[in-house]
């Protein structure tokens, strides 16, 4: 990994407007709302948060998939909304994408050599040997082998494990600068999840690729990122490094997702973890102040309830927006 920005995300909004009988006004759903990190080349971070909290739409947010409401999402120092239909089909190609049910993301009409051809030949690879080249060497590379055994073999025959390390080959079919995982591995067995994050982990160091992880499980991430983001209302609440944030964790939310975490240890079976009551704040009428006051016992009555806190640094690299820290 080297400090050059490959990713820069400022101050990021996705909102989705909502309207009654097609016509009238309801509101938005801030869905990303303000969100700011970097990403340097070769590093993976983790964006881990609650189901509803906005990780998907700020990645497909960042793979283009979604305009942005407002801030800019910069790729190489470059805004990808600025580039224009061919910008954003060479931007495309430089970011691969995993997505969460691999089965669902593979056509079952085609077999995986046609699968991982067809991004090459929308792209402009026209030589019949090249493409070759590139769908064998994907193959071997997320150890589909012997490659002939599998090139024929459509989606439904193909294990779950298999399926996934298809999209995984499709996601670096084009030799991209930066995958975005979106829960890779959560519709997975106990038994693959492991191989999955080892291979994607292999994948990353072996073309210095930036990753980005998104998931709900902390106890996957240690061993697969340099970061953790946390996120909670379309906000990132903490970021700072693996061992930094699991050790000395700052913000009252993240302190729950920690404590959320199953303990395989059967004498703690019967230990009491206290974890907040309520449910994640509505998108549409996100509360004011802290979005997580709601639900925080730490909260700093006519501040938390009323004022947005900003990013607080109160150890070099570890950032969160929390009063308590103020």
């Excluded at 493409?131 to 193959?139: D, G, K, P, S």
Aim: hydrophobic share 40%.
């Amino acid at each position: 990994m080297n400090n050059e920005i490959l990713l820069s995300v400022r101050d990021l909004r996705t909102w989705f407007e909502l309207r009654r009988w097609g016509f009238l006004r309801v509101g938005f759903v801030r869905a990303v709302d303000g969100v700011n990190f970097e990403l340097r080349r070769g590093e993976a971070i983790a964006i881990v948060g609650e189901s509803g909290c906005g990780k998907s739409t700020l990645a497909r947010t960042i793979l283009g998939l979604y305009p942005p409401t407002g801030g800019e999402v910069l790729f190489n120092g470059q805004r990808f909304d600025k580039l224009g239909s061919r910008g954003m089909r060479e931007y495309r190609s430089q970011v691969g994408y995993v997505q969460q049910d691999p089965y669902g993301a593979l056509p079952s009409f085609m077999n995986v050599h046609r699968i991982l051809s067809e991004p090459l030949l929308i792209n402009g690879v026209a030589s019949k040997d090249e493409r070759e080249r590139r769908v064998r060497q994907a193959l071997q590379e997320v150890k589909l082998t012997p490659v002939e055994e599998f090139l024929p073999k459509f989606p439904h025959m193909l294990s779950g494990g298999q399926q996934q390390r298809v999209v995984m080959a499709r996601a670096m079919i084009l030799e991209p600068k930066l995958i975005v995982a979106d829960e890779p591995v959560s519709m997975l067995d106990a038994s693959v999840r492991v191989e999955i994050l080892e291979l994607l982990r292999g994948l990353q160091r072996a073309h210095d690729l930036g990753v980005i992880y998104i998931t709900h499980d902390l106890s996957t991430v240690r061993y697969f990122t340099e970061r953790i983001f946390v996120m909670y209302g379309a906000k990132l609440v903490e970021k700072a490094g693996v061992n930094e944030l699991l050790h000395n964790t700052l913000h009252p939310y993240s302190r729950a997702l920690l404590a959320a975490i199953p303990d395989p240890d059967p004498e703690n079976a019967a230990t009491f973890r206290e974890v907040p009551s309520g449910e994640p704040p509505s998108l549409l009428h996100p509360p004011s102040g802290c979005r997580f006051h709601p639900r925080c016992q730490a909260i700093i009555r006519d501040l938390c309830d009323v004022e947005e806190p900003p990013e607080f640094e109160p150890k070099k690299g570890h950032l969160v927006a929390c009063w308590l820290y103020r």
